[in-house]
């Protein structure tokens, strides 16, 4: 009898069927930490609720296809009327209608502690497929922004807050919910939105202008509203446009193309025209930037957040291949150097995750503090974190091997993902520059910064000679530009170096203080110093199924 030839063996099972928030040490510790007491259990049923769901077949499957088959744009309808529509598949609704439903559009704006809650939220639900959410950030992000405009803000508020999922266009005032996008940048200025040229042209009725221009990237155009930059007569300001009006007919929204992009491939990024397109102010002429920055600061955080899922994710999977694999006589998880590799990535998403849920918090406590403190730390945060997941998504699906260059593994799908998140909402240099900024404008920012590191001195010495070197560099203004990016790199750092000392088990923030603020880290993930407990590090981000 001839013998198979295609057994299968030492292949890992599938990271299926478990629960992605009560696995994570890391998440639940941070919210038992930041949440108050009276609303643990509730907090916790639910976001172990959502833990299921993000972990099971159903919506790692919904993922896979969200991305295999992507939006379709349709500029015209069979008789050759402009619809401008997209048409998505139809597991992009079922994700989409998930999320909201659990909240994770309104839950920041209508609940106690709401801001955590929805950024665990986040952290679980986007690591079944993070395309989507961009929608689900555009519509969260929205809501301050609108509070410039009460008036606005009473007709959209409940609709954008709302757990109910619409998913075709039609007047606002016959939806249950509504999702929200944003229009800023334009091709001749991007980041720099003062050059933008789209003119606003003030119609008889109070607050009504026409708009006529064109955006480079809008983001979600299939979402019921935008809020948009324009040109008008005082001035860049901030409107609200609506995709259809009142009386049923569609607002002019012209969407010229869809972006091909690196990835986040579910998602459907386009360029759209405006000609005569009827909005509505939002806040003051001339008040655009300072009117908007409030939903700028919300999707920098959702920014943090997405990145810090996408390496939980990563880490995940890297450590649960490597104990289900085994090589040269033993699990790859035993082998001294892959445990080096697996520990060094899990004090990153773990450090990453730690800032995150510190920064959510703060959101929840509108004291004077908090709110200086988060104006300097989200930015600060925003550069280093996003900018960290590329190179660990890159390690983690090596440690899959020639597996993980396979599109069925879901690591070439992360990442493609990773880089998104520190280009969206202004790249490394804008938030580099913005961090200078509140520093030199904005001197309570940094005294509320360096209180909260503060609060960890003298319980680690390498943390304290951190600090020491940062207060040196933040004293020369000489040059502080070109100096800019060494500079938020030191300040993010220090900030996640103090709160995993203050937080982390003693084996995690030794070991971060020993790389990242010590020196002794070499240029790539896996070079820590081997006397450190790297076994249990991985054990704690280990998932048991």
């Known amino acids: 009898m001839t013998p198979p030839t295609h057994t299968v063996t030492n292949q890992a099972v599938p990271l299926v069927g478990y629960d992605v928030f009560s696995s994570d040490a890391a998440l639940t510790e941070g919210v038992r930490r930041h949440a108050a007491p009276e609303l643990h259990e509730e907090l916790f049923r639910d976001l172990s609720d959502l833990g299921h769901s993000a972990g099971s077949a159903q919506a790692q499957r919904w993922g896979e296809d969200a991305n295999r088959h992507e939006p379709v744009l349709r500029t015209h309808d069979r008789y050759g009327n402009r619809v401008d529509e997209v048409d998505f598949h139809p597991a992009w609704h079922r994700l989409l209608g998930h999320s909201v439903s659990k909240g994770l559009t309104g839950d920041a704006w209508t609940r106690p502690g ?38 606005l803000a009473r007709q959209w508020e409940p609709l ?6 619409v998913q075709d266009l039609r007047p606002a005032s016959q939806k249950a919910g509504c999702l929200a996008g944003m229009g800023m940048t334009e091709k001749q200025g991007g980041s720099d939105v003062r050059a933008n040229t789209t003119r606003a042209e003030p119609l008889a009725a109070e607050g009504e202008y026409l708009l006529t221009g064109h955006k480079w990237f809008c983001s979600a155009p299939m979402s019921d509203v935008f809020l948009v930059l324009g040109q008008a007569p005082g001035g860049l300001t901030c409107f609200l446009l609506p995709r259809v009006l009142e009386d049923g007919t569609r607002n002019v929204f012209r969407i010229q193309r869809l972006k091909d ?52 994710r990563a880490v995940a999977q890297a450590i ?29 998403s773990e450090a990453a995750a730690t800032t995150a849920l510190r920064l959510a918090a703060a959101f929840d406590d509108d004291s004077e503090q908090e709110r200086h403190f988060r104006r300097l730390a989200v930015a600060v945060s925003k550069y ?22 396979v599109e069925e593994s879901g690591m070439p799908r992360l990442y493609r993902e990773a880089p998104l998140n520190s280009v969206w909402e202004g790249s490394g240099n804008v938030n580099a520059l913005d961090v200078l900024r509140a520093i030199q404008r904005e001197p309570q920012s940094l005294n509320a910064f360096l209180t909260e590191v503060g609060r960890a001195r003298g319980a680690d010495h390498r943390l304290d000679a951190a600090i020491k070197d940062m207060l040196t560099e933040l004293a020369d203004l000489d040059g502080i530009e070109a100096r800019a990016r060494r500079l938020v790199e030191r300040m993010a750092l220090v900030l996640q170096g103090s709160l995993l000392v203050r937080f982390a088990p003693p084996e995690v923030s030794d070991a971060f203080c020993a790389s990242r603020l010590a020196g002794d880290w070499g240029s790539a993930f896996g070079t820590l110093p081997g006397s450190l ?6 054990n704690r981000a280990k998932v048991d199924l």
């Open 533 to 538: 407990d790297l076994s249990g590090i991985v």
């Open 320 to 348: 649960h291949h490597t104990a289900h694999r085994s090589a040269f006589g033993g699990p790859l998880i035993d082998k001294p150097l892959m445990r080096n590799v697996l520990a060094d990535l899990a004090v990153e």
């Open 261 to 312: 992009k690196l990835g986040n491939r579910s998602n459907a990024s386009s360029e759209v025209e405006f000609d005569g397109t009827w909005v509505r102010r939002v806040g003051e002429e001339g008040r655009g930037v300072a009117t908007i920055i409030e939903m700028v600061s919300a999707t920098r955080l959702d920014c943090v957040l997405g990145s810090a899922a996408l390496m939980r």
């Open 384 to 405: 280093w974190v996003t900018k960290r997941c590329a190179p660990l998504a890159a390690e983690a699906l090596e440690c899959l091997g020639g597996n993980g260059y």
């Open 160 to 165: 954008l807050t709302s757990r109910v999922y």
């Open 114 to 151: 709401g801001h955590l809650r929805r950024a665990a939220s986040f952290i679980v639900w986007t690591q079944a497929e993070a395309g989507h959410a961009c929608p689900l950030s555009m519509t969260h992000a929205a809501v301050p922004a609108l509070r410039a405009e009460p008036e």
